[in-house]
């Protein structure tokens, strides 16, 4: 019996199973009585919130699928087919469409979060990246599933961002020739983009997992940006955040429902329930709205190659946004000078989404830039200068106290050095 | 963080305050109870998109004309992706299926369980050997019909008569007849 | 909870994004279709089967000589009030292809409900070559494939006009208010009394394109009505859950704040 976990469980089944592979001891370790911070705010919500999304593009993916022919000419009359003739056909493609952009709003908002609160910062650096990796495999997989309907937008949005390859020098065309399969979109690239679509979610799945167990680690960050001291400043996550998590998702199926069943195609192009059409090019391409920021950093350089290096690196430079932010302070709460220029990078990547949706005209073309000049500003000026420069708010005491308290005591507490734990240091085991 | 104390953190919740067990525990149940229909309703469509779509339900019948079938002809209808045969007995071939007796049989079944009331002349049954599934000649008037005036599988050499019953093996069974219905006198109605 | 610095630029972002909705669009000088009521607008709405049913004989009579409605089967059509005997009549009045006689030749047959809608034209080449060179597109999506398609649909039909003062119709187009670039390859398709109605509405022009708009709702959207009612259970159950789920975590964080 040597190895065999001591299981604690009393139900006979759950112990037998539990201690031959303890997966319902882990699961009442890692969700049951996890602590966590007592002090999250709802924008804590959102990483639960992607997790549900994740699984149910998952379960529509997969239903779609038996449905589905991925064939040039079959695909679009079979996806016309699931809207009309099975059964809630129309049900399931509304949610996996419409799911793909919940899945990005809630994405986008979690990063927010982590780059308002500091979460990116030590030691939560690792699940940071993971984080931007999770976000590179999202948009690969929402790149390619909206090419799967074979709509006039798939086709051509394909063909404007696999031709980008192009401009690497030398070996370019035969990269693009590659990935495509042939020498342009054809039913080549869209096999394998079905192919791809239906993989990268499940490599999603396992970097997830290592997104969390990574946190389960380090432990939550939390709106004060300070770290957990004692047993006082935590919670077990089940019932106190379960219960709060369950309110998020309540408000946001309902949003979901309200885009899915009341403007199901209100973040779609029209242009893409007409048939590919390689003879025909659509006035204006314009890839899905999540993708629109990324886009106008593309366009705001007059030259191919070096767009193409610029939109690169706009998701690069997260990567490398740990090391960047010089401060030792990781919430925004107490960071006054950083604040407005939180505020600016989120009103940038706002335009550069607006501008990237738009044909690429005279003051559009110069916001752009702008806006673009200030999202590489940000990471590489701003966040290493200022961490430097500014003076932070006094940190509280501790994450218990200002609970209890309900007014933080800014003032008081300590005139001197910041308290032991408010700085990105690495943990030190008490 | 790994190295928090679970006693403490146990002593933490229970200090934190002794809920209201009735209040909470209603609550939870109503709110348990319509998670759980709220869920098994999110299932429905999935499991409903499993079944038959209504393209497939729309070819699962199909309307035959039998105006054009002259008396001692055949025709081959595809029902279901199966070759359905038709036949317009002879007045000849229904007294002969009608009087064949039972022991003559391999598979005995009545003609008039075979077809419908007061249409006798009329016989539908699935093309499809019951043997190892070739389908039988007999159609064509240029086809061999067998011994039995019915049909005659190339394969084996099964052999069945003009009700469609098997006379000679290796078949088992009968040709099935499947389910139709008249529609009108000249139109019947299959699936 | 939500700070102020971060809700200001938030707002203001999302004011911003209100507007590239409708900038979104193609970008042309045509004029916007004007804004409409239909019975199948908000929450409730629901298709005018009447109506619906005059669309179809509008696109029966004029439309369909010249676009295709490949998605389209004729069974479908009990989804705007034609019961199964009317179906049967409209497809059997119909010769679609019919597969290949025993020496390969095509043939031809009646429908049967389980046909897809028959196209005017065999393929895309007989289609243009039969219309100058442009391709009537097929009309299973047209509605979902416009931006504010009930809208634009309606408009169009609505808006031949003589080309403005100082300028011609190019050969073979026609001047129109609200399709992009101003001028297209289709003759005004409606005619004062083109189709006589079979329920004896008086078939105006306004009135042939409310209808026609009406049955490519439908087409475009056939699940509309299934779609809103399954909506407003939803939105009600989770209204209810919010509800629910607010207050059990009030209960359970009781003693924390």
Known sequence: ?430 | MSDIDHASVREAITTVGTPDPTKRDFLKLLTGATAAIGVGSLAWPFVSSMAPAKDVLALSSIEVDLGPISEGQGITAIWQGKPTFIRHRTAEEVKLAQSTPNKDLIDPATDASRVKAGKEQWLVVIGVCTHLGCIPLGNKPSDPRGDFGGWFCPCHGSQYDASGRVRHGPAPSNLPVPQYAFTSDTKIKIG | MLRPMIVAPMVVALGLLAVPAVALAQGHEAVRAPKQSWSFDGLFGTFDRASAQRGFQVYKEVCSNCHSMKEMYYRNLTGIGLSEEQVKAVAGAVQVPGGTDDTGNAVERPAVPSDHFRSPFANDKAARAANNGVLPPDHSLIVKAREHGSDYVFALLNGYRDPPPGSKAPDGQYYNEYFPGNYLAMSPPLQEGGVTYADGTPATVEQMARDVTQFLTWTSNPELEDRKRMGVKAVLFLTLMTGLTIAIKKKVWKDVH
């Open chain 1, 1 to 430: 019996m040597a190895g065999l976990h001591k299981s604690e469980f009393e139900n006979p089944v759950v112990n037998w199973i539990d201690t031959r592979l303890p997966v319902f001891t882990m699961m009442q370790k890692e969700y049951g009585s996890f602590p966590t911070p007592k002090n999250f705010n709802y924008f804590w919500n959102f990483g639960a919130l992607a997790m549900i999304t994740l699984a149910i593009m998952v379960a529509t993916g997969i239903f779609l699928s038996m449905n589905y022919a991925a064939n040039t000419s079959l695909a679009f009359d079979s996806v016309e087919r699931i809207m009309r003739d099975v059964n809630y056909g129309w049900l399931l493609r509304y949610v996996h469409a419409n799911g793909a952009s919940m899945f990005f709003i809630v994405v986008y908002i979690h990063i927010f979060r982590a780059l308002y609160y500091g979460s990116y910062k030590a030691p939560r650096e690792l699940i940071f990246m993971l984080g931007v990796v999770i976000l590179l495999l999202m948009m690969a997989t929402a790149f390619m599933g909206y090419v799967l309907p074979w709509g006039q937008m798939s086709y051509w949005g394909a063909t404007v961002i696999t031709g980008l390859f192009s401009a690497i020098p030398f070996v370019g065309e035969s990269i693009q020739t590659w990935l495509l399969g042939g020498p342009n979109v054809d039913n080549a690239t869209l096999n394998r983009f079905f192919s791809l679509h239906y993989l990268m979610p499940f490599m999603i799945t396992g970097v997830v997992f290592l997104h969390i167990a990574a946190i389960h680690i380090a432990g939550s960050n939390n709106p004060l940006g300070i770290d957990v001291k004692s047993p006082q400043d935590t919670l077990p996550f089940h019932p106190y955040y379960t219960a709060k998590d369950s309110i998020g998702v309540c408000v946001y199926l309902l949003v979901f429902a309200g885009l899915v069943f009341f403007a199901p195609n209100f973040l779609n192009h029209p242009d893409n329930f007409i048939p590919a059409n390689p003879a025909v090019t659509p006035a204006h391409i314009v890839p899905e709205w999540y993708f629109l920021p990324f886009y106008a950093i593309l366009r705001s350089v007059p030259n191919k190659l070096g767009g193409v290096i610029l939109m690169f690196s706009a998701i690069a430079v997260l990567f490398v946004l740990p090391w960047l932010d010089t401060s030792p302070v990781r919430s925004t709460r107490f960071r006054p000078m950083y604040k407005p220029f939180l505020a600016l990078f989120v009103i940038a990547f706002f335009a550069l989404g607006y501008v990237g949706g738009l044909p690429p005209d005279g003051p559009n073309v110069v916001i752009g830039q702008v806006a673009t000049a200030y999202y590489f500003m940000h990471f590489l000026v701003v966040l290493p200068l200022l961490g430097k420069l500014e003076k932070p708010l006094p940190l509280p005491e501790s994450i218990a106290r200002p609970v209890i308290r309900r007014t933080p005591d800014f003032s008081g507490g300590g005139g001197g050095p910041l308290p032991q734990g408010a700085t990105a240091k690495p943990m030190e085991k008490s």
